[in-house]
């Protein structure tokens, strides 16, 4: 199958839109099938096709957000997958505070919820993990003091109302991570890159997993998605502050940092 077109800079793409879907319901539904599919072996191939580097993205975000993790604090990690940056952010906050922190992930893919809670409990994990919909969260306003979400806000079908739900669920003075894939700026590793993601990737993915849909779905999702540069001035504009952002990799992945404002004092 052919991944999915681009008819749009990626600056004006409203959310995720995989080949031949009509709306947001039906673009959320091909993703979540397409999630379901891969779920079994969704930690393998992204530790084999990210040469494990994943696991140090999660951790360095984890480490970014430490401020965040003060005793009693509430955490919500959203788009979870099989819970590896739920997992992190835990282990930073024991290492700070023990266990005074509460966090909870979730995701729309029922399959990766099982796996989460499979390594939850071989894991020891206080964390939580239930079924949600990134864009209705089941939560009421100014719930979190820190709300994350890694390699799975890209897969919205609305990126704006995503942010805004980001925003009413923190606290006043809260912090929001997005850990997002990105294209390197370079003319000769973005093409190295480009040539691997595109090329190489979805040929072993979709050999593993069994879905070449799938894997095709990843880079065109990723062409799609708002620069770093681009997705700052939506968080500002959606109501954030301190809007900054960080490139790693020569500039493959980007951890997007913003806050909701304090409450102004009387």
């Not at 991944?3 to 091909?30: F, H, I, L, S, W």
């Not at 003075?173 to 979805?202: D, H, M, N, T």
Request: proline residues 7%; contains cysteine; positive net charge.
């Amino acid at each position: 199958m052919k991944p999915p077109m681009n008819p749009k800079p990626a600056a004006d793409v409203t959310g995720t839109r995989p080949e031949g879907t009509r709306d947001e319901d039906e673009a959320a539904r091909q993703v979540r099938e397409m999630f379901g599919t891969i779920a079994p072996r969704y930690d393998f191939l992204n530790h084999l096709l990210s040469f494990s580097f994943d696991r140090l993205w999660r951790r360095r975000t984890a480490r970014r957000v430490r401020r965040a993790l003060r005793p009693g604090a509430r955490v919500l990690d959203v788009c979870c997958g099989t819970g590896d940056l739920t997992f992190a952010i835990e282990r930073e906050a024991r290492d700070r505070v023990g266990d005074l922190v509460e966090i909870c992930g979730g995701d729309f893919v029922h399959g990766m919820l099982v796996r989460a809670g499979e390594k939850a409990a071989q894991r020891g994990s206080r964390a939580r993990f239930l079924a949600l919909d990134a864009l209705r969260l089941p939560f009421a306003d100014g719930t979190f003091d820190l709300a994350a979400a890694a390699f799975g806000f890209r897969n919205l079908a609305n990126y704006g109302a995503g942010i805004d739900e980001f925003l009413r669920v923190l606290r006043p003075g809260g912090l929001l991570a997005i850990l997002e894939f990105s294209e390197p700026p370079g003319p000769v590793f973005g093409r190295l890159y480009r040539f691997y993601f595109k090329r190489i990737l979805p040929a072993i993915g979709g050999l593993v997993s069994g879905s070449r849909q799938a894997y095709g779905y990843l880079p065109a999702s990723v062409s799609r998605f708002p620069t770093p540069k681009d997705l700052a001035p939506r968080l500002r504009a959606a109501g954030f502050e301190n809007v900054r952002y960080e490139r790693w990799m020569g500039g493959i992945v980007a951890l997007h940092l913003a806050e909701r404002p304090a409450e102004p004092r009387s």
